[in-house]
């Protein structure tokens, strides 16, 4: 309809009933002066200026028509009424019950205001912006549904199709980037991965190193086919891997017997499969059991026996000939089972190879064998190589590097590794071994570790019982853990669904309307694609690790309950104003429904994009992609929701019993007191008149009781939902008791800060997303307990303290493929005298202090070393050929500077100091190692302390130190860890503060009220730290998901 169209006459009997309200007043208690108004508003107007809702001609039009129905008599008489007893309450407060029931409701109030004023000089309050644009969808709400949902499904595609999507677990990337302590760390590492290339290769690798950002170095480099590959030239792109080379490789030296206690036998990129055992009582304080019993080895002896046939079956081991045998064979596993054959069979000191693909005693003989001075002897035995391991394992900080044979070694094994005992068995009294290993020779390329893996997932491969020993198996590089943790990733893409079935079971029953519950699950569901494209595109993000996965079920939690904050306020403007029209209510309910969501989505947002201050790159990535998610959960709101909402309400107006849009209608009783609150009376069949309406509820009011009407009221309180009973119930509850709840509460606020403060940090940069139960999880932390394992973290850390390079992180720090270029410090000059003098004393200095110790007892720094090479060589008769050539017959340091680069470089060449590295013949590195006396896993404040300590006593030497060798600085990667899980525990206090802050700020623009804003941070407040609480209870640390579970409660209780 246009403004042009003739105005629709009014019914005949309209005007009379309206009329005869003049004579008996508009409620029972006035006149009817305030009714006439309005009558006189309506019939004064020009035709340009007669409008409902400030719209044209047409729109007034449908208003009279409505108001001429049925249904519209009703309703119509209702919303005047309601609304001149609104605009006729006193403005000043209410002072009690009655005065506070008689105030107008927001809705009404609103609807006042905007679309019917009562006085002739009251005009119309002007729409804001936002109900401008609630109208504007209520015209057309197809056509913005349409719009929107069209663009969201492009974006998504984009996004999903070109951004690179991949859910996948992957532990790299959990370490801190871009502070002091990582950048320092960074350096010294790209050092020591490069130290041989820069050592012994050209100015090409310099040169590379310095330009190219390195891949992540928490990767093996491997080929496609799973296969490490060893690369002559790296820079070289003709220089590729060649499997069959590699193959061959390991083969001869499987089947050399080099293998067994090799560096290939344990490492990582071989992926070799691996057998961890444990005792029945491996757990006790006092253990009495151990895998040296006879019956234990028997135990063990028949899992590897029908293991290897499984992996000889399958052809999934490195198989080699041998005497007496027609076909290849698997080798046996390193393990004590070996070690007992060649301890019986007296030829341990033989090479391995003699008990290749052969049992030299079947596992039967074994035990008849294994008598109790057997065991005694094999103890005593391995109790030598343990000590011997131990005692060398500091040489090079490496326990899983084989120990080269020495005059006065007591371990009769040439290649002995303590993989095969626990890190308590060199103390244990009597000697008890409850921790062991079992390693095999097995294919490394992908399909083996896939066929390997299925094979236990299938209960191949022999795990014995729980008595004495039990088994679980993985690889050296924990494939089988990785696989199944990707499988259990896409296992947990079915609690989405779940997730989603349950959010659509709660809508559906909130809603009672399939199509509004469709729209709130594509609200949910669109976010997420609709995030990752921002997420990709605009922030550049390409990290996207497992932790982001997480984000699917807050979405839906915080999804759902923006769906049901939008249909309610719908619901409730549409049961304050039945005769509203669609656009009407629109322009109502949708700022106040936008204006409630997003108080509460700014304070989660904002609480997640805090938690990306963390320098840990999964964590900023989980942080930023939640946060997207609640931005665009909220956008999808107001384009998706409120169009359907839009349409749903139309629908119901024109008398649609259509199930799929409401059902309600199908199960309500006959007279259902909230049946307002959903449906528009437009198509009851009501046979009375206004005018006889009117005369009803007068002959109501005009009861000979004058409380009839409050104790209607009364009777319409007692028929509310079920849920409005209980929260008045909770209400009344907690109001009578409210100093003892608030007393309570504050106790147990003190309680839970107090075990809330007992929280740990973790011991291992590992991040865990397994149960204990798994046999993969098991895996992980039955190695921890291996002697190996222990004497891999060191008797203390090694601290290398550097000259000649910057601390700096070049790379992409979100994203942990991109790592870092090699940085070196220009004004590092250690050519003049006073710079070789400093450095000369470097060391005494160092070592004189209680928090560094030298690596190993004959451990020298590098310029002393060379220093007493000088000495030496100088006063020998023949100097080698080095000194004669390059040091010009300098004895000590300092040495002159012109010859000081080639003296130094000819002597580091001539010894294999690969500490001291030159790029041109310039010395452009130099390093100094040192212990500390902390481990790896030490207590947070101990690394602390130790850190300090360094940093202290280097800031006084830099005082000191000539200008052109002060900028040395120490690292560690045991100090790495310390800043790692330093920067997570400020993570969570600063993510915890910031939402705090932000939802003080928003309760407080909200209510403005003090009180209620200390109240709703003290039980955002309360509730971290019973949930912290909770953790510590449950065992937990803090480790990368518990910072961000706490930081997940910080966000969920904002209000």
């Given amino acids: ?60 039009n449908s208003f009279l028509r409505f108001i001429q129905t049925d249904a519209g008599k009703e309703d119509s008489i209702r919303v005047v009424k309601r609304t001149i007893n609104n605009r006729e309450t006193p403005p000043s407060q209410p002072t009690n019950k009655k005065q506070l029931d008689s105030r107008p409701s927001f809705y009404s ?198 293991t290897l046939e499984v992996l000889q079956k399958e052809d999934l081991c490195y198989k080699c000939s041998t005497a007496g045998n027609e076909e290849d064979s698997c080798i046996e596993p390193y393990s004590l089972v070996l070690m007992a054959r060649l301890f019986l069979a007296d030829n341990y000191t033989a090479s391995y190879s003699s008990t290749l693909g052969s ?277 999808m709101n107001i384009f998706l929701v409120f169009p359907a909402l839009c349409l749903y309400d139309t629908w119901l107006l024109r008398g649609s019993k259509n199930p799929c849009i409401n059902f309600e209608w199908c199960c309500k009783r006959n007279e259902d007191p909230d049946s307002e609150a959903t449906t528009p009376h437009v198509n009851e069949t009501d046979k009375e008149t206004i005018k006889e309406r009117i005369s009803s509820d007068d002959e109501e009011i005009q009861d000979d009781d004058p409380d009839a009407e409050e104790r209607h009221k009364e009777l319409e309180e007692e028929k509310h939902a079920l849920i409005h009973r209980l929260l008045d119930g909770y209400y009344n509850f907690i109001h009578k008791f409210r100093w003892y709840v608030l007393g309570l509460s504050l106790a147990g606020s003190i309680v839970c800060a107090v075990i809330a403060s007992k929280l740990t940090l973790p011991v291992s940069s590992e991040v865990s997303i397994l149960p204990d139960s798994n046999n993969y999880q098991k895996h992980r932390v039955w190695s921890q307990q291996l002697l190996s394992t222990m004497l891999a973290k060191g008797e203390g850390s090694e601290v290398v303290i550097s000259w000649g390079i910057l601390p700096a992180d070049t790379g992409d720090h979100l994203n942990p493929d991109s790592w870092t270029k090699l940085v070196l410090d220009d004004t590092f000059n250690p050519r003049t005298d006073s710079a070789q003098t400093y450095l000369l004393g470097f060391c005494d200095r160092l070592f004189a202090n209680d928090f560094a110790s030298a690596v190993s007892p004959d451990y020298v720094c590098p310029i002393n070393a060379f220093d007493q090479w000088l000495k030496v060589q100088s006063a020998a008769e023949t100097p080698q050929v080095s000194y004669a050539q390059k040091c010009n017959g300098a004895s000590s340091v300092p040495v002159p500077s012109d010859i000081f680069d080639d003296c130094i470089i000819s002597w580091s060449k001539s010894v294999n100091e690969t500490y001291v590295l030159e790029e041109n013949n310039s010395v452009k590195i130099m390093q100094v190692r040192t212990r500390s006396n902390v481990l790896f896993d030490s207590p947070f404040s101990d690394l602390k302390e130790e850190y300090d300590a360094y940093e202290a006593w280097l800031a006084s030497e830099r005082e000191t130190a000539p200008a052109e060798v002060n900028g040395m600085f120490h690292s560690s990667l045991d100090f790495w860890w310390y800043d790692t899980n330093g920067q997570m525990l400020q993570t969570a206090y600063g993510a915890a503060a910031i939402a705090l802050a932000c939802a003080a700020v928003i309760v407080f623009i909200s209510s403005r009220s003090f009180i209620l804003t200390l109240f709703a941070a003290l039980s955002i407040g309360y509730v971290l730290v019973a949930a912290t609480a909770c953790l510590v209870g449950l065992g937990w640390e803090l480790g990368f998901l518990e910072t961000e579970t706490s930081t997940d409660i910080t966000d969920l209780t904002s209000p």
């Fill in 359 to 635: 049992e030299s005693f079947a596992c039967d003989d074994l035990r008849t064998s294994w008598t109790a001075t057997i065991q005694k002897d094999f103890t005593s035995m391995l109790q030598n190589c343990v000590a011997w391991a131990i005692a060398f394992s500091g040489d090079d900080k490496n326990a899983t590097t084989a120990l080269v044979e020495n005059d006065v070694n007591m371990c009769p094994y040439s290649q002995f590794l303590p993989t095969v005992v626990d890190e308590l068995f060199p103390t244990a009294n009597p000697p008890v071994v409850r921790y062991t290993s079992s390693f095999y020779a097995t294919k490394s390329n992908d399909e083996t570790i896939d066929q390997m893996y299925s094979a236990d997932q299938n209960n191949d491969f022999d795990r014995s019982d729980d008595d004495p020993l039990s088994g679980v198996y993985d690889t050296t590089n924990t494939a089988f853990y990785d696989i199944y943790s990707d499988s259990i990733v896409g296992r947990d893409m079915s609690l989405a669904v779940g997730s989603a079935g349950v959010t659509f079971i709660a809508m559906m029953i909130h809603t009672k309307s399939p199509f509004l519950t469709l729209m709130g699950l594509l609200q949910i569901l669109l976010s997420f694609p609709l995030a990752y494209f921002v997420y990709y595109f605009i922030g550049g993000l390409v990290f996207f690790p497992f932790l982001n996965f997480i984000g699917i079920f807050v979405v839906f939690a915080l999804g759902a309950d923006d769906v049901f904050v939008a249909v309610d306020k719908w619901k409730n403007a549409r049961h304050e104003l039945p005769s509203g029209t669609t656009e009407q209510i629109a322009a109502l309910a949708l700022p106040d429904a936008a204006y409630a969501m997003l108080l509460t989505s700014t304070t989660t947002a904002v609480a997640f994009f805090g938690t990306a201050l963390c320098p840990v790159a999964p964590i900023v990535a989980f942080a930023v992609f939640c946060g997207l998610l609640i931005i665009f959960d909220y956008l």
């Fill in 109 to 306: 109030a609103n609807f006042s205001e905007h679309f019917f004023p009562v006085h002739d000089d009251t005009p119309r309050k002007k729409l804001s912006l936002a109900s401008r644009y609630g109208a504007a969808m209520a015209r057309r709400p197809a056509t913005h549904l349409l719009v929107a949902l069209v663009i969201a499904i492009v974006l998504s595609f984009l996004g999903l199709k070109f951004g690179k999507f991949e859910v996948a677990v992957d532990n790299s990337g959990w370490w801190s980037r871009g502070t002091t302590i990582s950048n320092r760390a960074t350096q010294e590492l790209v050092v020591g991965l490069n130290r041989k290339d820069l050592f012994y290769g050209g100015d090409d690798e310099w040169v590379e190193l310095q330009t190219v950002t390195q891949p992540n170095w928490q990767s093996e480099d491997e080929s496609e086919d799973g296969e490490e590959c060893v690369r002559t030239n790296p820079s070289d792109p003709a220089d590729i891997c060649d499997k069959d080379q590699v193959d061959n490789s390991t083969l001869q030296q499987v089947c050399s017997g080099e293998w067994y206690g090799s560096r290939e036998m344990v490492k990582g990129g071989e992926k070799n499969l691996v057998g961890l055992w444990k005792t029945i009582d491996a757990e006790s304080s006092n253990p009495t059991r151990s895998a040296l019993e006879a019956d234990a080895m028997y135990d063990l002896c028949v899992a590897e026996k029908n």
């Fill in 1 to 60: 309809m246009t403004s042009s169209e003739p105005i629709v006459p009014l019914n005949e009997d309209v005007p009379d009933a309206i009329s005869s309200r003049s004579d008996k007043g508009t409620d029972g208690d006035g006149d009817g002066a305030s009714f006439n108004s309005f009558l006189n508003f309506v019939s004064s107007k020009s035709d340009d200026e007669k409008s409902v809702a400030g719209s044209d001609t047409g729109s007034y």
